[in-house]
């Protein structure tokens, strides 16, 4: 197995787990808030805590719910709850089939010119030919650099 291979199979190792946080998603108010509740501390007594005026506590509640908190500002509040940070991309779907789909869509994008031009010389393939070629080019795009899939629109 190549190296790269290993590494996209160890990352999605680390990674499948997280396919399944549901439970995951922001509370309405945003985990600041919720968090912040939870422990019964004020905003006031936060504020405190991480060493910001007191204004500035709802201005960070807002700004996490809107999805513009930046990252620095969520540690430093998260350190002020007592909490950490967990920072993750979640791929929708494991990593291989990503990289499948996308060598599919090269294949057909390939398969349509080549079928194209061998249909105007009367050489057209049959439906089991075209697909037994289009998993032969899956494959090879596959057995590449997978930088190379993202080269095309």
């Known amino acids: 197995m190549k190296k ?3 590494a996209r199979k160890h ?5 499948a787990p997280l396919r399944q946080a549901d439970g995951l998603t922001p509370p309405p108010r945003g985990w600041i808030r919720a968090i912040r509740d939870a422990l019964g501390m004020t905003s006031t007594q936060l504020a405190e ?13 807002r700004a996490e719910v809107e999805g513009a908190i930046t990252l620095r500002s969520l540690r430093h509040v998260a350190e002020g ?6 920072y993750t ?4 779907r494991p990593l291989e089939e990503t990289l499948r789909d996308r060598a599919g869509e090269i294949a057909d994008r390939q398969i349509v010119r080549t079928h194209h031009t061998m249909k105007l010389e009367n050489q057209a393939l049959g ?3 075209l697909k037994a070629e289009r998993e032969r ?3 090879a795009l596959m057995a590449g650099n997978p ?3 993202w080269d095309s629109p």
Do not use: Y
């Open 11 to 15: 990352l999605e190792q680390r990674l």
């Open 81 to 86: 709850l007592g909490c950490t940070v967990i």
């Open 4 to 6: 790269q291979a290993l």
């Open 89 to 92: 991309l979640a791929p929708i």
């Open 49 to 61: 805590r991480i060493g910001v005026d007191q204004s500035r506590i709802p201005r960070l509640e």
């Open 137 to 139: 080019l899956i494959e």
């Open 127 to 129: 439906a089991r030919e």
């Open 147 to 149: 930088r190379r899939l």
